[in-house]
């Protein structure tokens, strides 16, 4: 049986992964934060987004990624260290089994031609 006080659980949950999920990749700490156990908030999790929190916390990282790769031009190196991920090379393996590209053949493909990186000559057309 889901409750009102669920929904607002699931809600606080969200908005602290919003806040921490470059810092705080651990669902204890979210778990704490919102004064319940990991068993409870994962099964609400489940009901409400089909996810463990570890999952809504990845997710949520992963989305941070595709975003900056489509508009920054930033190396995926930096982008690893903006969303929290210490080893570029971990980031790039888990960005490439979650989409099935690099990052930098995602950013090829969904990119808008104004992101360029200067050449020596000036910016490319």
């Not at 990749?25 to 990991?38: H, R, S, V």
């Not at 053949?105 to 808008?112: A, G, I, L, P, W």
């Amino acid at each position: 049986m889901v409750l009102f006080k669920d929904h607002d659980v699931i809600g606080k949950l969200m908005d602290l992964i919003e806040v921490h999920f470059r810092e705080q990749k651990n669902p204890g700490f979210y778990a704490n934060q919102l004064n319940m156990t990991l068993w409870r908030i994962n099964r609400l999790a489940r009901i409400y987004h089909q996810k463990t929190v570890y999952q809504l916390v990845q997710d949520r990282i992963h989305r941070e990624a595709e975003l900056l790769l489509r508009t920054t031009l930033m190396t995926a190196k930096e982008i690893a260290f903006e969303v929290g991920v210490c080893d570029p090379a971990y980031f790039s393996n888990c960005f490439k089994r979650v989409t099935g590209l690099t990052p930098l053949k995602y950013r090829e493909k969904t990119c808008s031609s104004f992101l360029t990186r200067p050449s020596a000559k000036g910016f490319r057309p």
